[in-house]
């Protein structure tokens, strides 16, 4: 489904990525009630983008979540796809460092928490949270699984 984006911030993204922005499809998930989607401008890339009213209650979120996404390295993507989280984790210093059995125990620990909160309803507020949940359980149990094979 194609996003429409508020001409000021149509005109922002074209700037900040030098083209025109061709199409932006809608990504679900979410739970500020901003625009998020993959943007492709002209030249065929595609983009991850968010955006939300700057005087949203979760404007100061996205602040914080755009900062940590520039910090992270280029080999991160933003909208993951199929990727694996093993060649994402290790291509990182952090990651490429770390105790295999402590990472081991995150990620039973992260598959737990995954999947005693993916049987809870989600808040009246994000009821798609319960999907989110699964979602990361699945993931989190098929990385474990990948690791332990």
Known sequence: MTVPLPEPVAVALEHR???????????????????RGVAAPAGGRRVFVKAIREDSEHAGDYRSEAMVSAALPAAVPSDLG???PQQIF?????????????VDALLVALAGYWTRTAALPGPPHAPHLRDRRERARGATTAWLAHRWS
């Open 82 to 84: 199929d990727a694996d």
């Open 17 to 35: 990525l030098g083209a025109p922005v061709l199409d932006v499809s809608a990504r679900p998930g979410g739970f500020s009630g901003g625009v």
């Open 90 to 102: 290790v291509a990182h210093p952090v990651g490429r460092d770390a105790d295999p059995d402590r």
